[in-house]
């Protein structure tokens, strides 16, 4: 946790120093909180916006550093783009109380919320968030299944549109564009995991659920007990012989997770430690939406090709 004030009076100072000279044409300016979607609204933003994203692509985007610099890019932010479902829970409310723009206020035309629409897996029953689990409304990881990246685009098209209506035009044929590109690598994708049908794998933190259902693997185990929540060598001790009893050998880890303990279980199944990440950018190579897909699906199917 950080100290909201503190953050607050530093990005005062920010916030009022002014432009000097005469601004250029404008572009419109999007916040997303992640890489992911950042990546995704250039795609249909185009030449007319400028994108940032706050969390880096190596940070886990539950666990944000907050920074005052964050606060000024808000309060200049025409339209913020949330992933919702209490992914930024932890961090964003802070920042946007300090950044008061009314214009990326939850319901504004200004206002994404990728969640909206998603079906949501793994919607909790009963939820103690004392104990730490992150994911109380479901999994917030959802965009590594690219049906569900459809109704994020079309979202992204409709308010932008809305908030630039002069760009309307070009940010429908970004939509389409990025549609009919999609609607090609999704059978590619699935042709490349196709002979892994059923394939069971290990993942660090509960990331994978929308991935192995639309390309049909099947997580048995995590190395956290819960979401959030840091591994035990009791919870790994189950985790290790579940993997033996099932011949499971592939863990999958994000940069921002534990890797060290994720090479323990591996010593212990004969197993390989896979690093992938769903951010673009924090692998070379995976800048765009499609670059970070090839990446997932072809070091998933490599390394189950490998340990068939
Ligand atoms: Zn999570």
Known sequence: MFNVHLL??????????????????????VVATTPDLAALAREIGG????VKALAKPTEDPHFVDAKPSHIVTL????????GGVELEIGWLPPLLESARNDKIAAGAPGRISASQGVRMLEIPTSFDRSRGDVHALGNPHFLVDPQNVRLVVAQMADHFSQVDAADAPLFKANLQKFLTRLDAKLPEWQKQLAPFRGAKIVTYHKDFPYFAER???????????K??????????????????????HVIVVQPFQNRKT???????????????????????????????????VRTLATALQGKK
């Open 227 to 248: 979401p959030g929540i840091a591994p035990s060598p009791a919870h790994l001790a189950q985790v290790i012989s579940k993997m033996q009893a099932d011949k499971v």
């Open 262 to 296: 994720a090479e323990t279980v591996a010593r212990q199944t004969d197993g390989v430690v896979l690093d992938i990440s769903q951010q673009p950018g924090a692998i070379k190579g995976t800048d765009t939406y499609f670059d970070l897909m090839d990446y997932i």
């Open 215 to 225: 390309f049909n693997l099947e997580v048995i185990e995590n190395l956290e007990p």
């Open 8 to 29: 607050t009076l530093a990005a005062a100072a920010l916030i009022a120093s002014p432009f000097s000279g005469t601004p250029p044409a404008r572009k419109l300016s």
């Open 75 to 82: 309060n200049r932010a025409d339209v913020l783009i949330d």
């Open 47 to 50: 030449d007319v916006v400028d």
